[in-house]
C-alpha cells in the first residue's frame, strides 16, 4: 500500500470502524439514586505525581523536581487537613515512583481513610509502550502500591490519561473493578473492548474539570498559567451543580502539586463547603463508587 492509500480518508469502512469499536463506552451505570438515597455522587481524586512528571522524560531539571517535592511537603498535607475538615473521602493515584519515594505519605493516606489507586509505574506514556511492557510496568505498579499501603489497588487512571490499545485487555488481566481515564460520558459506565462488555466500570474524566489545564506553567516552551483560581472554582462549582441537577455523577481531578498552593487550595475548601452544605450528596471513593454502580447494575 503506498503512502497515499495509507492516508485515513482513504482507509476502508472496516477500517475506522475497527478502530473506533475497539474501546468503546457500553451500558449506562448511572443509579436511579445513590447510596443511601443521595440525589448526587461525588468522586474527588488527586494525581500524586510529584518528580515523575519530570523523571517520565528522562528529565534531570531540579527546579521541576522541587515542584514535584512540593507536592509532598505541602500539597497533600493540606489536601487531606481540607478532606478531614469535611469528613470527605477521596481517591489519590500514585504512580509507583512515587510512592516508593514518599510511602509515608502513601501510609496517612489510607490510614484516614482515602483510596491509593493505579497510575503508572513512572508516569508513563503508554501508548509508546509495546504490550508486554504496559503490562510489565502496570502490574509492578500494582504490586507496589500493595507492599506499600497493604491494600491492593482495585482501579487505575492511566498516567495523563493515555489510554492505549492494550490498556483494557491489561485491566482486565489484573481483575481491576473500574477504570478512570476515558471521557464518553459524563456518568458511570460499562467499558467495552470489541463488543465484549468487561464488567470494568468507567468512573469517566474531562479536561474541563482537572486543575492542570489551567494552572500548568512550564518555563521553556511558553506554557503559563492564565486563569485566575476565582474562575477555575467557578467552572468547577458549576460542573457540580449541573451534576445534583441530574441527579448524576461529579468527578474532579487535581494535583498536589498544583493545587496545592496557598492561593489554590481554597479552590478545594471552598468547593467542599458548597458541596457539604447540601445533605443529599454522597462524597466517596471511586472504588466505593464504582462497586455501588456495579451491584445496582448487575
Not at 232 to 244: H, N, P, S
Amino acid at each position: 500500500m503506498n503512502d497515499v492509500n495509507a492516508q485515513p480518508w482513504t482507509w476502508p469502512e472496516e477500517t475506522w470502524r475497527t478502530k473506533v469499536d475497539h474501546v468503546r463506552a457500553g451500558r449506562s451505570m448511572k443509579p436511579a439514586k445513590w447510596k443511601n438515597g443521595a440525589r448526587c455522587a461525588v468522586a474527588l481524586s488527586f494525581d500524586s505525581d510529584h518528580e515523575t512528571n519530570e523523571l517520565r522524560d528522562g528529565g534531570k531539571s531540579i527546579g521541576r523536581m522541587s515542584q514535584g517535592q512540593y507536592g509532598n511537603r505541602q500539597g497533600v498535607p493540606r489536601i487531606l487537613n481540607a478532606l478531614a475538615k469535611h469528613n470527605a473521602k477521596a481517591t489519590f493515584f500514585v504512580p509507583a515512583v512515587a510512592a516508593l519515594l514518599y510511602p509515608d505519605e502513601q501510609k496517612r493516606v489510607v490510614a484516614e481513610g482515602h483510596e491509593v489507586g493505579i497510575h503508572g509505574w513512572i508516569h508513563e506514556l503508554n501508548s509508546q509502550l509495546p504490550y508486554e511492557v504496559e503490562r510489565d510496568l502496570m502490574f509492578r505498579a500494582a504490586d507496589t502500591l500493595e507492599q506499600v499501603t497493604g491494600t491492593r489497588p482495585v482501579g487505575m487512571r492511566t498516567p495523563s490519561w493515555d489510554f492505549s490499545p492494550d490498556t483494557l485487555r491489561i485491566e482486565r488481566e489484573l481483575g481491576l473493578l473500574y477504570d478512570s481515564s476515558l471521557m464518553a460520558d459524563d456518568d458511570p459506565y460499562e467499558l467495552v473492548e470489541k463488543g465484549e462488555p468487561t464488567g470494568i466500570v468507567e468512573l469517566p474524566v474531562e479536561w474541563i474539570r482537572d486543575d492542570a489545564v489551567y494552572f500548568n506553567m512550564h518555563r521553556f516552551n511558553g506554557l503559563r498559567p492564565h486563569t485566575p483560581p476565582t474562575a477555575v472554582f467557578d467552572i468547577f462549582l458549576r460542573e457540580f451543580e449541573r451534576a445534583y441537577e441530574e441527579g448524576g455523577l461529579f468527578l474532579l481531578t487535581m494535583h498536589p502539586h498544583v493545587t496545592g498552593y496557598r492561593s489554590r487550595i481554597w479552590i478545594l475548601e471552598k468547593l467542599l463547603e458548597e458541596i457539604t452544605r447540601r445533605s443529599d450528596v454522597w462524597i466517596a471513593t471511586h472504588a466505593e463508587i464504582a462497586a455501588f454502580v456495579k451491584a445496582e447494575c448487575p
